[in-house]
């Protein structure tokens, strides 16, 4: 059975990824990356979870700063990465999937699976403009959204 990693980031994009999860339990082992200061739906968390530092937060608004903290996340990352059995890694969006999403495409060779964020009608959100280049697949859940040239429609997952 495949194993598939799912990044938690927070707020909105948990929920979605949440719906999905729903769907994936059964026919995928799943791992989980949640923040170290998030606090996901644990009930619905069937399967190994690892915790990660938040490398940004809506207060952070130095990137000197942020860039800083970047290095002990990269090290978690490539931990994380490491002990992982995942074959793909989900992700949707916040700030700490997408470093961790390109490490695992970068040097663990992981298929990278993007779902625009529900809250993107016709536009890219940040983080899909810095993972799209690389993503073997995305999803989009508006059929206005389909500016990325492998966008698949896929309706909305809640």
């Not at 280049?133 to 309706?155: C, P, R, S, T």
Request: aromatic fraction near 10%; hydrophobic fraction near 45%; proline fraction near 4%.
């Amino acid at each position: 059975m495949k194993t598939i990693m799912v990044v938690l980031g927070g707020g909105g994009h948990t929920k979605q990824l949440l719906h999905l999860v729903e769907k994936l339990n059964e026919k995928y082992n799943l791992e989980y990356v949640v923040r170290k200061d998030g606090k996901p739906a644990k009930k619905a968390l069937k399967g190994r979870i690892f915790k990660i530092m938040n490398p940004r937060t809506m207060q952070d608004k130095n990137p000197f700063l942020v860039t800083l903290k970047l290095i002990p996340y990269t090290l978690e990352s490539l931990w994380i990465l490491g002990k992982s059995k995942a074959d793909a890694i989900i992700i949707c969006g916040p700030a700490v999937s997408v470093p961790l999403a390109f490490l695992g495409k970068l040097f663990f060779r992981k298929k990278l699976i993007f779902i625009e964020t529900w809250s993107r009608v016709k536009t890219k959100s940040l983080s899909g403009k810095l993972i799209s280049w690389m993503a073997d697949l995305i999803f989009v859940q508006w059929k206005e959204n389909k500016n990325y040239k492998k966008a698949i429609y896929a309706g909305r997952f809640g």
